[in-house]
C-alpha cells in the first residue's frame, strides 16, 4: 500500500482524462490528442479487457471513450446484481476461459460512490455509529453518523471484493494494480459528503498485488515497488510509471514522471483541481 497517492481531480470523467494516457498536470493539449495505454498493450501483443460495473451516461462519456480501446469490453450492470462481487463471477466465467498469453484487464468498480448504503449486501454491514469514533468528522446528527457507517461498511465489502480480484491471479504470473480514480470527502472538510475537491477528496488508496510466481520471476521488479511506497505520488503519471515496470518502453515516457526510477521527482508540484490548488500546500 502506497502512503501518500492522489488523484488530480475529484470525479471520474475528469480522472479518466489523464489516467491511463500521457497527458497530465503538465501537458497542455487536449487529453485525446495522447497515446493511451490500451491501444499500447495492443501493439504490444497483449490481449484487453474491460470490464465495466458504473452505468455510462452523460457523466460517463470520457470513460466511456476510453473504455472502448479495449478490444473486448464487457457491462456488468444491474441486470447481473448490484454489486462490484459481480465483475470477479463474470470474469470467471466469460472472460477467463479467453485469455491469451499476455493480458492486460481493468475491473472498473463502483466502489464507494453514494449512496454508500446502496454499494454493499446487507451481510457486509458490520459497523454501525456506535462503532466509530466522530470526533474529527463535520456531522451533526445520527443520519450523518449513520451515513458515515455505511461509507465504512462500503470499504469493508470493497476490501473483500478486491481480495476476490487478487485470487484470481494469485497462480499467474500477475500484478495488480489497484487504485480509486478519486476519493470521497465524508464529513471531513464541511458539513456535506461525496465529490469534493479538497485535500479528502483527493487522497486515493493505491496498491500493488504481485503474486508468488511474479516475485520468483521478477525480484528485481518487486524491490522498486517496495522503494516507492512512500514516494508522493499522483495518478496522472500512472502511465509513466506503469508501462516500464512490466517492460513496454515508448518514446512519450518520462523518467522523472515513473514512480518506480531512480530518477522519479518526489518534488513535482502537484497541481490539482483544475490547476486551481497545489496539494502539498494544502496538505501541510
Known amino acids: 500500500m502506497f502512503s501518500d497517492t492522489i488523484s488530480k481531480e475529484a470525479h471520474t470523467s475528469d480522472v ?14 487536449p487529453w485525446y490528442h495522447y497515446h493511451n495505454m490500451i491501444d499500447i498493450f ?83 454491514a458490520k459497523f454501525k455509529p456506535s462503532d466509530l469514533s466522530f470526533s474529527n468528522l463535520h456531522v451533526s446528527n445520527d443520519r450523518d453518523k449513520q451515513i458515515v457507517a455505511d461509507y465504512v461498511n462500503s470499504l469493508y465489502y470493497n476490501d473483500a471484493v478486491l481480495n476476490g480480484i487478487f485470487n484470481l491471479f494469485k497462480d499467474k504470473d500477475a500484478i495488480v494494480f489497484y487504485l480509486s480514480d478519486h476519493a470521497q470527502d465524508v464529513f471531513e ?34 524491490k522498486l515497488i517496495k522503494n516507492a511506497l512512500n514516494k508522493p505520488f499522483m495518478s496522472d503519471n500512472l502511465i509513466h510509471s506503469l508501462l516500464p515496470l512490466v517492460g513496454i518502453r515508448t518514446k512519450d515516457e518520462i523518467e522523472s514522471k515513473n514512480l518506480f526510477s531512480p530518477q522519479f521527482d518526489a518534488q513535482r508540484k502537484r497541481a490539482v483541481c483544475h490547476g486551481s490548488m497545489d496539494y502539498d500546500k494544502v496538505a501541510k
Not at 53 to 81: H, M
Not at 97 to 107: A, E, G, H, R, T
Request: glycine share 6%.
Open 16 to 29: 479518466f482524462e489523464n489516467l491511463l494516457n500521457y497527458s497530465d498536470a503538465e501537458t497542455n493539449k
Open 189 to 222: 472538510s464541511g458539513s456535506t459528503y461525496g465529490h469534493r475537491c479538497s485535500k479528502a477528496g483527493l487522497e486515493i488508496p493505491f496498491m500493488i498485488y504481485v503474486s508468488d510466481i511474479f516475485k520468483e520471476k521478477h525480484p528485481e521488479k518487486v
Open 42 to 124: 495492443k501493439r504490444s501483443h497483449y490481449e484487453t479487457f474491460w470490464l465495466e460495473k458504473q452505468i455510462v451516461d452523460e457523466w460517463g462519456i470520457t470513460q466511456n471513450l476510453v473504455s472502448n480501446r479495449s478490444k473486448n469490453r464487457y457491462y456488468i450492470l444491474g441486470n447481473y446484481g448490484a454489486y462490484d462481487e459481480e465483475l470477479v463471477k463474470f470474469y470467471s466465467k466469460n472472460v477467463q476461459p479467453q485469455l491469451k498469453s499476455k493480458n492486460f484487464i481493468v475491473f472498473h468498480l463502483i466502489g464507494s460512490h453514494s449512496w454508500y448504503a446502496d454499494r454493499f449486501p446487507k451481510s457486509f
